[in-house]
């Protein structure tokens, strides 16, 4: 039975990612941080359902930022697979708390590395290395060799994190790669990132319980793909024989004002109705436009994208619209017994 060590295991990709190494016999490893309160919705159904878990599943208290505590994990787990996925995500927030986002996007991933290589554990390792590292593009699309131009603190973290990563697969042979994954989303998406933040709004302006939608830069383009797709190129990634590095994408890229459309249209709304700008959501330097090639991964181990967008902005809705009738039957009790919402991810 293969062991894998995740970091960042109760966000989106870790929920995702855990789920799906449990469904391939793996022993599951993950990462939390000791908070007054828990954060473990995402994966509270791994434990719930012992045909998904069994007893496969362990969390341990810790912190990125801390070396010793991820010495000792690593010397009594010996994972074969270690994922990195935790980090200060949020690209906006990233020009408010620059230098926390530098020490847990960017050096966390050296605290890693070195830990690796001082215990010689025998870890495949994968670095969650961003689209965002492209910034103001120097190509359309951007593949493996676009070079980089971050636009943001967190962009500038992850350049720091992916070339880390080369560097000691370069310098000490150890098996570390990195994705590069443009925008992936889900009904896991954290509340505050533009398309949840689209969907909920959706759905409680659908349902009442909301007037007005603020945003910021609605030219911006994305390449958007599914989450749950996402995570199976991060295990393909190191499945192969060779280290090396894989954009993963859609080709396919949609403004924020697209999203909305979808999004709104879905419910038989217009976005135009609801939708006001807030200078305050607007990033000093902006990323105007990205879109990857992922015909290399296409090429060395079969991924390629099956959602389209329309399909992702839909079932977001859908979760969220389910979400809001849940909470509602929760606070004025089950009028509609026969409603079937279990079936929704969240």
Same mark, same amino acid.
């Given at each position: 039975m293969?062991?894998?060590?995740?970091?960042?295991?109760?966000?989106?990709?870790?929920?995702?990612?855990?789920?799906?190494?449990?469904?391939?016999?793996?022993?599951?490893?993950?990462?939390?941080?000791?908070?007054?309160t828990?954060?473990?919705?995402?994966?509270?159904?791994?434990?719930?359902?012992?045909?998904?878990?069994?007893?496969?599943?362990?969390?341990?208290?810790?912190?990125?930022?801390?070396?010793?505590?991820?010495?000792?994990l690593?010397?009594?787990?010996?994972?074969?697979?270690?994922?990195?996925?935790?980090?200060?995500?949020?690209?906006?927030?990233?020009?408010?708390?620059?230098?926390?986002?530098?020490?847990?996007?960017?050096?966390?991933?050296?605290?890693?590395?070195?830990?690796?290589?001082?215990?010689?554990?025998?870890?495949?390792?994968?670095?969650?290395?961003?689209?965002?590292?492209?910034?103001?593009?120097?190509?359309?699309?951007?593949r493996?060799?676009?070079?980089?131009?971050?636009?943001?603190?967190?962009?500038v973290?992850?350049?720091?994190?992916?070339?880390?990563? #080369?560097?000691?697969?370069?310098? $000490?042979?150890?098996? +570390?790669?990195?994705? !590069? &994954?443009?925008?992936?989303? =889900?009904?896991? *998406?954290?509340?505050?990132?533009?398309?949840?933040?689209?969907?909920?709004?959706?759905?409680?302006?659908?349902?009442?319980?909301?007037?007005?939608?603020?945003?910021?830069?609605?030219?911006?383009?994305?390449?958007?793909?599914?989450?749950?797709?996402?995570?199976?190129?991060?295990?393909?990634?190191?499945?192969?024989?060779t280290?090396?590095?894989?954009?993963?994408?859609?080709?396919?890229?949609?403004?924020?004002?697209?999203?909305?459309?979808?999004?709104?249209?879905?419910?038989?709304?217009?976005?135009?109705?609801? #939708?006001?700008?807030?200078?305050? $959501?607007?990033?000093? +330097?902006?990323?105007? !436009? &990205?879109?990857?090639?992922? =015909?290399?991964? *296409?090429?060395?181990?079969?991924?390629?994208?099956?959602v389209?967008?329309?399909?992702?902005?839909?079932?977001?809705?859908?979760?969220?619209?389910?979400?809001?009738?849940?909470?509602?039957?929760?606070?004025?009790?089950?009028?509609?017994?026969?409603?079937?919402?279990?079936?929704?991810?969240?």
């Amino acid at each position: 039975m293969k062991k894998a060590l995740i970091t960042g295991i109760t966000g989106q990709d870790g929920s995702y990612l855990a789920e799906l190494l449990l469904a391939k016999d793996y022993e599951v490893h993950g990462i939390i941080r000791r908070a007054s309160t828990f954060n473990t919705g995402r994966i509270d159904h791994l434990y719930k359902d012992p045909h998904i878990n069994g007893v496969r599943l362990f969390l341990h208290y810790g912190d990125i930022a801390d070396s010793t505590n991820l010495i000792k994990l690593l010397y009594r787990i010996q994972p074969d697979e270690v994922y990195h996925l935790a980090a200060q995500s949020h690209v906006r927030v990233s020009f408010d708390i620059p230098e926390y986002t530098g020490d847990v996007t960017g050096l966390s991933t050296i605290r890693i590395l070195e830990a690796i290589r001082e215990t010689g554990v025998k870890s495949k390792f994968y670095q969650a290395s961003s689209s965002e590292m492209f910034g103001k593009v120097a190509e359309v699309p951007q593949r493996e060799t676009t070079p980089f131009h971050p636009r943001s603190p967190y962009g500038v973290a992850k350049v720091y994190a992916h070339w880390a990563t #080369v560097n000691y697969r370069e310098s $000490y042979d150890l098996f +570390a790669c990195c994705g !590069i &994954l443009f925008n992936h989303e =889900s009904p896991r *998406r954290g509340e505050t990132f533009v398309t949840r933040k689209i969907t909920r709004a959706v759905a409680r302006i659908k349902s009442g319980q909301q007037k007005k939608l603020y945003l910021g830069n609605l030219d911006a383009k994305r390449d958007w793909g599914y989450a749950r797709e996402y995570v199976e190129a991060m295990w393909a990634i190191l499945q192969r024989e060779t280290a090396d590095d894989y954009v993963i994408a859609t080709g396919e890229t949609h403004s924020v004002a697209e999203f909305l459309s979808e999004a709104f249209s879905h419910v038989g709304l217009d976005w135009h109705n609801y #939708v006001e700008l807030d200078p305050k $959501y607007l990033r000093p +330097a902006e990323v105007d !436009i &990205l879109i990857g090639d992922a =015909s290399k991964a *296409r090429r060395d181990f079969g991924w390629e994208p099956k959602v389209t967008f329309k399909e992702l902005v839909r079932l977001m809705v859908d979760a969220d619209v389910s979400l809001v009738n849940r909470d509602e039957r929760e606070i004025f009790g089950d009028t509609d017994p026969a409603g079937a919402i279990s079936s929704v991810t969240h």
